[in-house]
Protein backbone atom coordinates (compact mmCIF):
# COMPACT_ATOMS: atom_id res chain seq x y z
CA UNK A 1 0.00 0.00 0.00
CA UNK A 2 1.57 3.36 -1.08
CA UNK A 3 1.92 6.20 1.24
CA UNK A 4 0.10 9.12 0.62
CA UNK A 5 2.69 12.42 0.05
CA UNK A 6 2.97 14.81 2.84
CA UNK A 7 1.34 17.74 2.56
CA UNK A 8 3.27 20.75 1.53
CA UNK A 9 4.41 23.13 4.42
CA UNK A 10 2.05 26.20 4.00
CA UNK A 11 2.73 28.87 2.31
CA UNK A 12 4.08 31.97 4.66
CA UNK A 13 2.28 35.78 3.46
CA UNK A 14 4.11 38.64 2.82
CA UNK A 15 4.80 40.29 5.40
CA UNK A 16 3.78 43.95 4.34
CA UNK A 17 4.33 46.88 6.55
CA UNK A 18 0.93 49.13 6.94
CA UNK A 19 3.50 52.40 6.97
CA UNK A 20 2.22 53.60 2.85
CA UNK A 21 -1.77 53.30 4.24
CA UNK A 22 -0.75 55.80 7.68
CA UNK A 23 1.43 58.06 5.28
CA UNK A 24 -1.96 57.87 2.69
CA UNK A 25 -4.33 58.92 5.56
CA UNK A 26 -1.60 61.38 6.60
CA UNK A 27 -1.72 63.10 3.28
CA UNK A 28 -5.59 63.16 3.31
CA UNK A 29 -5.59 65.23 6.73
CA UNK A 30 -2.99 67.15 5.69
CA UNK A 31 -5.20 68.17 2.26
CA UNK A 32 -7.66 69.14 4.75
CA UNK A 33 -5.86 71.10 6.80
CA UNK A 34 -4.25 72.68 3.95
CA UNK A 35 -7.21 73.57 2.15
CA UNK A 36 -8.81 75.44 5.22
CA UNK A 37 -5.95 77.21 5.62
CA UNK A 38 -4.16 77.96 2.56
CA UNK A 39 -7.18 77.60 0.15
CA UNK A 40 -8.70 74.77 -1.88
CA UNK A 41 -6.67 75.34 -4.96
CA UNK A 42 -3.06 74.86 -3.05
CA UNK A 43 -4.83 71.46 -1.63
CA UNK A 44 -5.93 70.55 -4.85
CA UNK A 45 -2.93 70.57 -5.98
CA UNK A 46 -1.25 69.16 -2.80
CA UNK A 47 -3.52 66.34 -3.31
CA UNK A 48 -2.48 65.80 -7.11
CA UNK A 49 1.52 65.62 -5.87
CA UNK A 50 0.67 63.25 -3.32
CA UNK A 51 -1.45 60.83 -5.73
CA UNK A 52 1.77 61.14 -8.23
CA UNK A 53 4.18 60.16 -5.28
CA UNK A 54 2.06 57.52 -4.82
CA UNK A 55 2.02 56.01 -7.99
CA UNK A 56 5.91 56.34 -8.04
CA UNK A 57 6.20 54.37 -4.89
CA UNK A 58 3.70 51.32 -6.42
CA UNK A 59 5.63 51.35 -9.77
CA UNK A 60 8.72 50.98 -7.79
CA UNK A 61 8.09 48.74 -4.94
CA UNK A 62 8.48 45.11 -4.86
CA UNK A 63 5.45 42.66 -5.48
CA UNK A 64 2.67 42.58 -4.07
CA UNK A 65 2.85 46.19 -3.31
CA UNK A 66 2.74 48.61 -0.11
CA UNK A 67 -0.36 47.74 1.84
CA UNK A 68 -2.84 50.48 1.63
CA UNK A 69 -1.93 51.37 -1.88
CA UNK A 70 -1.57 48.07 -4.00
CA UNK A 71 -5.36 47.52 -4.73
CA UNK A 72 -4.93 46.07 -7.71
CA UNK A 73 -1.93 44.93 -10.80
CA UNK A 74 0.90 47.39 -10.70
CA UNK A 75 -0.54 48.92 -14.24
CA UNK A 76 -3.65 49.41 -12.87
CA UNK A 77 -2.80 51.56 -9.49
CA UNK A 78 -0.15 53.12 -11.62
CA UNK A 79 -2.69 54.38 -14.18
CA UNK A 80 -5.01 55.24 -12.22
CA UNK A 81 -3.01 57.47 -9.84
CA UNK A 82 -1.30 59.15 -12.58
CA UNK A 83 -4.84 59.56 -14.42
CA UNK A 84 -6.24 60.71 -11.10
CA UNK A 85 -3.49 63.16 -10.09
CA UNK A 86 -3.40 64.88 -13.84
CA UNK A 87 -7.57 65.57 -13.75
CA UNK A 88 -7.36 67.10 -10.30
CA UNK A 89 -4.09 69.32 -11.12
CA UNK A 90 -5.76 70.18 -15.02
CA UNK A 91 -8.91 70.92 -13.50
CA UNK A 92 -7.55 73.12 -10.65
CA UNK A 93 -5.10 74.72 -12.93
CA UNK A 94 -7.69 75.44 -15.68
CA UNK A 95 -10.71 76.81 -13.24
CA UNK A 96 -10.78 80.37 -12.96
CA UNK A 97 -10.02 81.14 -8.98
CA UNK A 98 -13.32 82.10 -8.18
CA UNK A 99 -15.21 78.70 -9.14
CA UNK A 100 -12.70 77.42 -6.42
CA UNK A 101 -14.35 79.12 -3.21
Not at 30 to 54: D, E, N, P, Q
Amino acid sequence: MPVPPDDPPPVKPVHRTRIMMWLAMLAVVATVAVSVTLGVRVALLLLAAVLLAFAIVRAVSPAPGPYGIAVRSRAFDVTLMVAGALLIAIVTLTLPPSNLG
